[in-house]
């Protein structure tokens, strides 16, 4: 088991740039999630994926961010036209969903990808 | 109201004291709640789920649910420094289990 992955690890890009970043959750779960974090707060939901699925997405989530799934495997976030407000830590996590209320709510995040918008 | 609350902090506790921190939630039929500590820089890292009312224990680490009172908290025994962190407080959303939603955590400090 190696757990959720990211990439990168660090993004630093000047505003109007766009940007991506990608995990890879923990093989057997099927459902991924991704979070943002800012200074202080705790992580925000963003968009979560059951299976190729995108079965949610935040009201807060602007049209420049997208999110994939395409295998049902990793998935990718993509941000166009960043800017400086972007600047945040990216979580991404998963689980297995079962209809155990506990377990099947369980989720594990990766390390995070940082992005610094200039 | 926020679905998820608990005082920031910082909560600071000599070495070797208990730390209590505390989280209330917004829907009385929440079934879940989870702690996950968040050292600085770092991401979330799991620590303890809990469903069932009363006490829970894993370690030092001991978690207290009461649904009447829609509160659970996270006792730690025996603190240490290396238990400086954050901790977050997460509970599935109003109607759903889907995602968790999380509070903006307890900064908790252990001085020697």
């Known amino acids: 088991d190696t757990g959720v992955s990211q990439d990168p690890r660090h993004k630093i890009t000047k505003r109007g740039q766009n940007v991506t970043f990608r995990c890879d959750p923990i093989?057997?779960?099927?459902?991924l999630y991704w979070y943002r974090q800012t200074l202080g707060q705790g992580p925000e939901f963003l968009t979560y994926f059951q299976n190729e699925a995108q079965l949610e997405k935040s009201r807060l989530l602007s049209d420049r961010f997208s999110a994939e799934r395409p295998k049902g495997s990793f998935s990718t976030l993509e941000i166009q036209r960043t800017e400086q407000g972007d600047s945040a830590m990216y979580l991404c996590?998963?689980?297995?969903?079962?209809?155990?209320?506990?377990?099947?709510?369980?989720?594990?995040f990766g390390e995070g990808s940082w992005l610094t918008v200039v | 109201q926020k679905e998820v609350e608990q005082n920031s902090g910082p909560l600071s506790v000599p070495e070797g004291a208990i730390a209590s921190l505390n989280c209330t939630y917004s829907?009385?039929?929440?079934?879940?709640f989870f702690w996950y500590r968040q050292y600085s820089g770092k991401s979330p890292e799991l620590i303890m789920s809990?469903?069932?009312?009363g006490d829970k224990e894993d370690g030092r680490f001991t978690a207290q649910l009461n649904k009447a009172s829609q509160y659970v908290s996270l006792l730690i025994r025996d603190s240490q420094p290396s238990d400086s962190a954050t901790y977050l407080c997460a509970v599935p959303p109003k109607g759903g289990y889907n995602k968790l939603i999380f509070g903006a955590g307890t900064r908790l400090a252990v001085h020697p």
């Open positions: 829907d009385r039929g929440s079934q879940s």
């Open positions: 809990i469903y069932s009312n």
């Open positions: 996590a998963s689980s297995l969903y079962t209809f155990n209320v506990v377990t099947g709510n369980t989720i594990y």
């Open positions: 093989s057997e779960h099927n459902r």
